[in-house]
């Protein structure tokens, strides 16, 4: 079972069938309550803009968590050499600022504790892959949840022991294309 997502392309034969990226969140200091009812978060419902880049957020306590925005690899190592202080990373964690900062008027002069983010895999269609593997029908590969995966992969990973164990067949997902 093979679910090495945006690492270990070679051991998944993906190379061509997915990209790798670096995908960023940031946390803004505490905001007040009056000032979470403005913005619409006074409920604490995450939430995901409509216009892309997709942007989401949540609360942590009274902080917002917001992320958005790819750093491309042409190679899933750049990963391991990649600098979020200068570069497209610490260009990119400035776009997703300077973007929350025009969001609402109360997150104008909003300053931010913490910038960090990790790799995801983005697959063709944004449809994840779950598949035999193609050197060996014995093993699986299973990932490329394009940025949506944390439901997903559990879900499917439980679905992978299962077929495994040959108690369940393999989804046959089409490309929209
Ligand atoms: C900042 C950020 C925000 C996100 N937000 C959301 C969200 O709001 N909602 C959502 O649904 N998803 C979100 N995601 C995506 C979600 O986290 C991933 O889709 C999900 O974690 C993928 O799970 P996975 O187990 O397939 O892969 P991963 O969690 O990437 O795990 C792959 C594992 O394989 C290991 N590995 C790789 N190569 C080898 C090797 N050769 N040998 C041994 N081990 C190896 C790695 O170390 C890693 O632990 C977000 C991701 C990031 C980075």
Redesign the pocket.
Same mark, same amino acid.
Do not use: M
């Given at each position: 079972m093979f679910?090495?997502?945006?690492? /270990?392309l070679e #051991?998944t034969r993906w190379e061509q069938r997915t990209e790798s990226c670096?995908? #960023?969140?940031v946390a803004t200091e505490n905001l007040t309550d009056p000032a979470l009812q403005e913005i619409g978060l006074g409920e604490g419902k995450?939430f995901y803009t409509v216009d892309l880049p997709y942007l989401?957020g949540?609360l942590l306590g009274k902080q917002v968590i917001f992320?958005s925005g790819l750093v491309h690899f042409s190679d899933w190592r750049e990963m391991y050499s990649l600098n979020v202080e200068t570069g497209p990373a610490a260009e990119a964690f400035s776009r997703l600022e300077n973007r929350i900062r025009g969001l609402h008027p109360k997150l104008r002069g909003v300053s931010f504790t913490n910038r960090?983010?990790?790799?995801?895999?983005i697959s063709e269609g944004w449809i994840p892959i779950f598949e035999r593997h193609p050197e060996s029908a014995d093993a699986l590969v #299973?990932?490329g949840?394009?940025?949506?995966?944390?439901?997903? /992969?559990v879900y499917l990973?439980a679905w992978a022991a299962e077929a495994l164990l040959g108690k369940r067949e393999l989804p046959k997902w089409k490309s929209p294309g």
């Open positions: 679910a090495t997502n945006a690492y /270990s #051991l670096f995908t #960023l969140a995450p989401w949540r992320g960090w983010g990790g790799p995801i895999s #299973l990932g949840y394009s940025g949506h995966g944390v439901a997903q /992969s990973g």
